[in-house]
């Protein structure tokens, strides 16, 4: 009696769409050496938290306890505090007056690793310009 595996041999057409494609492959660890050798995450991680920290120290300077920046370096989120105002009117009066300083900007910072340091000083002053409404 035919085990399993050579079943599978004799009768049956086995395939994958991409099973000997090896170039996403090559890439996957090209990549993988570039962000190890670049030290890409502390390099994330170092500069989201200047954007965090900063927005955060903007926030108290203007008395708006009500907002903050939260999370990882690399991936930050600000919120809103929903006892002091609709937290989704409140982010779309900061996308809106980003939008006009030349920043796109969702609700949140997400750095690549081309993001300089003159980056985060525009979107940081972006932060502290007052409200042209």
Known sequence: MPTSCGLCAQDVFF?????????????????????????VPEYLERQGAVLRDGYNVIAREFD????????????????????RGDPLEMKSLVQQELFARGILWSGFHNLSFSHSDADLAQVLGAYRRRCRC
């Open 15 to 39: 395939f994958t769409t991409f099973g000997g494609e090896a170039l996403s492959l090559a890439a996957a660890k090209a990549t993988i050496h570039e962000l190890r050798d670049r030290r």
């Open 64 to 83: 708006m306890a009500y907002t903050r920046a939260i999370g990882a370096g690399c991936r930050s989120l600000v919120s809103f505090d929903a006892q």
